[in-house]
T-cell receptor, first 113, second 110 residues
């Protein structure tokens, strides 16, 4: 069964600090992996998308890494800001799966002053 | 923002009543989806559509039906709402590079 596991479930950090969120998956055959940010009361918004051949992708202070061999991805947030407080969701697609997306349950990040 | 509009954004309804949520897109994308999001479960697929009048079930389709008579509109109907269908419902569309989500419809069944 295709699964996506995220850790930690929740995280509290001080403003200005860095943090790393983890995503492990068993989805096969792998097609791509996306990270989404979801603010409270809003819909998820795409941060990055990576295919099999991509190891790293950045979007401003957000950097995602992918190790397709170990089926792990991480999202690193640099110099956190209060506006980074949100839920971060890892989504993995399988090749030839058409519509099917496999969602993690998300990591809830709180950045405090 | 990929031109996705969900309506209504908030609704309270009584058990046993039918409810229809609407998803409207302005970008003419072929694939449209309805998800529900609940604490501890993440996003789960209810139904999806791959074209006008072409729809199929997702993993949590019981108690829901959908219709797509025009490319731009995808309707989700709760035929007889139950308290277990209290949730946040998200519409999504599949574009070339990513999946775009709407802002959500908060449904409370009392």
């Amino acid at each position: 069964k295709n699964q996506v596991e995220q850790s930690p479930q929740s995280l509290i950090i001080l403003e200005g600090k860095n943090c790393t969120l983890q995503c492990n998956y068993t989805v096969s055959p792998f097609s791509n992996l996306r990270w989404y940010k979801q603010d409270t009361g809003r819909g998820p918004v795409s941060l990055t998308i990576m295919t099999f051949s991509e190891n790293t992708k950045s979007n401003g202070r957000y950097t995602a890494t992918l190790d397709a061999d170990t089926k792990q991805s991480s999202l690193h947030i640099t110099a956190s800001q209060l506006s980074d407080s949100a839920s971060y969701i890892c989504v993995v697609s399988a090749r030839n799966s058409g519509y099917a997306l496999n969602f993690g349950k998300g990591t809830s990040l709180l950045v405090t002053p | 923002d990929a031109g996705i509009t969900q309506s209504p954004r908030h609704k309270v309804t009584e058990t046993g009543t039918p409810v229809t949520l609407r998803c409207h897109q302005t970008e003419n994308h072929r694939y449209m989806y309805w998800y529900r999001q609940d604490p501890g479960h993440g996003l789960r697929l209810i139904h999806y559509s791959y074209g006008v009048k072409d729809t199929d079930k997702g993993e949590v389709s019981d108690g829901y039906s959908v219709s797509r008579s025009k490319t731009e509109d995808f309707l989700l109907t709760l035929e007889s709402a139950t308290s277990s269908q209290t949730s946040v419902y998200f519409c999504a569309i599949s574009a070339v590079d990513t999946i775009y989500f709407g802002e959500g419809s908060w449904l409370t069944v009392v």
